[in-house]
Structures are given as C-alpha cells and as structure tokens.
C-alpha cells in the first residue's frame, strides 16, 4: 500500500507542470488563492515583521520550486501574478508599505 502511494508524488510534478502549460492548473490557482488569503487575513502588524524577519532568511523549499517554476514557464507567471497583484498590493498600501 505504502509503494503505492509513491506515484502520486512522482505524477504530481508532472500534472502541474502540464497543467500550467496549458494555462489551466488547478495547482497554481490554488497556491495563488493561499497567497491572497495570507495577505488578506493578516494585519499590517504582520505583515511588517514578516518582512523585517524574512530579509536573508532562506526561503522554503516548497516556495523555491514555485519561484523556479515561475522564473522558467512565462505563461504560468503571468497568471499567477494576475491573480495575486491587486490584493496585495492593495494590503500593502493600507499598511503603508508602499507610497
């Protein structure tokens, strides 16, 4: 049962990466509509001290392979950062991290 599962993580990747060339990746979506709601339901509190702890911290590895991902498929990056621009850079503004 346990080998089993293995296939599941070796085909993840995959269905991402294929998804997202195709312009509909439920994965993607999904991670942009975490990101969103981190920003959204955080005060500016933290978000401040988010920001002041996270300057040379290493960044997890989950999110390095998404920032890889994004840096190498053009398309996918356009439409996560659609989805994700307006509402934080609107929680930015109101906290007064951006003029």
Not at 33 to 40: D, E, G, N
Not at 52 to 74: S, W
């Amino acid at each position: 049962m346990i080998r089993g599962r293995y296939w599941l993580f070796a085909a993840l990747p995959v269905v991402f990466f294929a998804g997202a060339a195709l312009g509909d990746c439920p994965i993607l979506d999904r991670i942009a509509s975490k990101v969103v709601a981190k920003y959204q339901s955080a005060s500016c509190e933290q978000l401040w001290q988010e920001r002041a702890e996270g300057q040379g911290k290493p960044k997890p590895e989950e999110e390095q392979r998404l920032v890889k991902f994004l840096r190498e498929d053009a398309q996918a990056r356009s439409e996560f950062f659609s989805k994700v621009s307006a509402p934080i850079v609107n929680k930015m503004f109101e906290c007064g991290m951006i003029p």
